[in-house]
């Protein structure tokens, strides 16, 4: 028989020499880890049957403290949110935008459009980045671009300039939802991201609906350009702490 099944996320066959190899590989890893090491990763989380397991030291995001861990969570899932909550935001101001800028309501809409497929593409250029220099600078950049991009947009004088400043902003918060996950995973043991996978893609999902529904009134009480103006204040609110966590971690690997 060829049927196979799927066992700790690795597929097997159902044949008796492959289960065998899977099992001695399985005891191998398990035999390998001193003592003082399996008392620690005891001691921390109430067992040793973790996968992956976690290194020797506090520094592995596995072994960190659960408020660490929902700090971490609660900041790369906000960011993810950011990005969808900043394509939607001027859905509900686009008579507004067309009667500033003396362009169409189609041509208007293009804002949105714009935005969505470079966020769909720019992941691609990236993901590279943020593994050669990691994914704590990459966010952080990603919130400068859009804090800058967004103050262009609110001070566009024609149709052209925002379309640009809009395309930046899209480049600017593409990151969030490039790298959000492999951030998750890298926190999470496999036991436990089906609940944090969910959490975050939650949170990127309602960006969607709750951004034109927000600025809605924004836009009916202060103005469309007030909403970009709140865009760049929410970016600049997120860079302090992105920052302070980046030079922390810096410090701590010198």
């Known amino acids: 028989s060829q049927q196979c099944e799927s066992v700790n996320e ?65 900041f790369v899932a906000f960011h993810g949110f ?24 189609q041509q208007a809409s293009y804002l949105v459009s714009l935005v969505i497929a470079i966020i769909g593409v720019a992941p691609f250029f990236w993901m590279p980045l943020a593994d050669r220099f990691g994914r704590r600078p990459i966010l952080l950049w990603s919130l400068i671009i859009s804090l800058v991009a967004n103050v262009g947009c609110a001070k566009s004088p024609s149709y052209a300039t925002m379309a640009i400043c809009r395309a930046i902003v899209a480049i600017g918060a593409s990151p969030a939802a490039a790298i959000g996950a492999g951030m998750v995973q890298e926190v999470f043991f496999k036991h436990q991201r089906g ?6 893609t939650v949170f990127v999902t309602l960006g969607v609906p709750i951004g034109p529904l927000i600025f809605g009134f924004v836009a009916f009480r202060a103005g469309y350009r007030w909403i970009y103006w709140v865009l760049a204040i929410v970016s600049l609110w997120l860079i302090e702490p992105s920052l302070h966590v980046w030079l922390f971690g810096l410090a701590s690997e010198r």
């Open 10 to 74: 690795v597929q097997i066959f159902h044949h008796p020499r492959q289960i065998s190899i899977l099992i001695n590989k399985q005891s191998q890893s398990q035999t390998s880890i001193s003592e003082a090491h399996r008392q620690y990763i005891i001691e921390r989380h109430g067992t040793d049957q973790l996968d992956p397991f976690p290194d020797y030291s506090d520094a592995d995001p596995y072994n960190w403290p659960r408020s660490k861990k929902w700090l971490n969570l609660a």
């Open 82 to 105: 950011m990005s969808t909550f900043t394509a939607g935001a001027i859905q509900s101001a686009f008579e507004n935008i067309a009667r500033d800028l003396h362009v169409s309501l």
């Open 195 to 200: 609940r944090y996978m969910g959490i975050w």
